[in-house]
């Protein structure tokens, strides 16, 4: 079944807190923590959400290496938990095979769906895509260089998607403008770029971000998780009149405090509101196996605010940024063909 998530469900939390609720939420994090200021630390606020808004109790497992997945995940289903989130693509088949020998047990995996679905996991999917577009629509209107770059963790649906949204909106300007702005890092039409082949190391960050730098780039989408911290760091000393960075998952400037300045903006993923979303469904006996989709539509996906560089981006870019969200959200325009 395709779900869709109610803006109010994704977007807004409960006015008031629920009663103590005889339920546990439990997460299964994929490799670089809890707190890694990105996928993990997103889904685990849903979680606290949760638990702030209807007295429930949660707990997690943290995934130092991917060989953690299943014992982690099995580990958890005698712990009386009454939902099981795993976080994370490369947690699809050990969430598959832990479901699958336990039907009994609800689970809910983010980033992955199955097809066929699987009657006991809700897949929490999301179309970044969207977002990215619009980002990479922006990076288009504001590099001085027209040389913009990106580069990923793992070449994985999850990442990639992220890259393709920001390729087309870049071409979108160029179309529109009779531009010629260059994204590094990512080719559409063979599937291949750069990637740093993990999600925790932040020295790789850095080095992919000055690699781009080197070659021209003034703004850099990395798509890594925690990896991005680095590519911040390389801002920041460099200036963002040199190089600026454009976040995924979270919003960065708030995640990211240190290095906020850096940050034009971030293509969010509010795995928040959907964690959150599963666990109230689950708790009300609403639970059902499937995919649940997040869109600009309704607010499963966004662009964040410029913060500190609302100043830096035009008016008239930033009426164009709407108009295109729009044309998204009513179909005129496509962004995922």
């Known amino acids: 079944m395709n779900h869709v998530i109610s803006s109010v469900a994704?977007?807004?939390?409960?006015?008031?807190?629920?009663?103590?609720?005889?339920?546990?939420?439990?997460?299964?994090?994929?490799?670089?923590?809890i707190d890694d200021n990105s996928f993990n630390q997103t889904a685990w606020k849903g979680v606290q959400d949760a638990i702030?808004?209807?007295?429930?109790?949660?707990?997690?497992?943290?995934?130092?290496?991917?060989?953690?997945?299943?014992?982690n995940i099995n580990s958890l289903i005698d712990g009386n938990c009454d939902i099981i989130v795993t976080v994370g693509f490369l947690l699809g088949d050990a969430t598959r095979d832990a479901a699958l020998a336990n039907p009994d047990q609800p689970f809910s995996i983010v980033d992955f769906a199955y097809d066929p679905a699987i009657p006991n996991v809700l897949g929490q999917v999301y179309a970044t895509d969207q977002?990215?577009?619009?980002a990479g629509y922006l990076a288009a209107g504001m590099t001085e260089t027209k040389i913009v770059g990106t580069f990923g963790g793992i070449n994985i649906p999850p990442v990639t998607i992220f890259m393709d949204g920001f390729v087309k909106g870049v071409n979108h300007?160029?179309?529109?403008?009779?531009?010629?702005v260059e994204v590094l890092g990512w080719s559409l039409e063979d599937r291949e770029g750069l990637f740093t082949n993990n999600f925790d190391n932040l020295d790789d960050g850095r080095a992919f971000a000055q690699n781009l730098y080197d070659e021209g780039?003034?703004?850099?989408?990395?798509?890594?998780?925690?990896?991005?911290?680095?590519?911040?760091t390389l801002a920041d000393e460099l200036g963002i009149d040199r190089?600026?960075?454009?976040?995924?998952?979270a919003d960065l400037y708030f995640t990211d405090t240190e290095r906020q300045h850096v940050y034009l903006t971030s293509i969010t993923k509010r795995m928040d509101a959907t964690v959150r979303a599963v666990i109230e469904a689950t708790m009300n006996d609403?639970?059902?196996?499937?995919?649940?989709?997040?869109?600009?539509e309704n607010g499963g996906v966004?662009?964040?605010?410029?913060?500190?560089?609302?100043?830096?981006?035009p008016d008239a870019l930033k009426a164009e940024l709407e108009a295109l969200r729009a044309g998204i959200i009513d179909g005129s325009i496509s962004v995922s063909d």
């Not at 977002?131 to 619009?134: E, P, R, Y």
């Not at 300007?173 to 010629?180: C, E, L, R, V, Y």
Request: charged share 15%; proline share 4%; with cysteine.
């Open 173 to 180: 300007w160029n179309a529109a403008k009779g531009d010629a």
């Open 131 to 134: 977002a990215a577009f619009l």
């Open 286 to 296: 609403e639970f059902e196996g499937g995919v649940l989709v997040g869109t600009l």
């Open 243 to 249: 190089l600026k960075i454009i976040g995924v998952d």
């Open 302 to 313: 966004g662009l964040a605010p410029f913060h500190d560089m609302e100043g830096l981006v």
């Open 10 to 33: 994704v977007a807004v939390a409960l006015a008031a807190s629920s009663p103590a609720f005889a339920f546990t939420a439990c997460q299964v994090t994929d490799t670089g923590g």
């Open 52 to 71: 702030a808004d209807f007295g429930i109790e949660g707990r997690f497992l943290e995934s130092t290496a991917e060989t953690d997945y299943e014992a």
């Open 217 to 232: 780039a003034d703004i850099v989408l990395p798509v890594a998780g925690p990896v991005g911290l680095g590519s911040a």
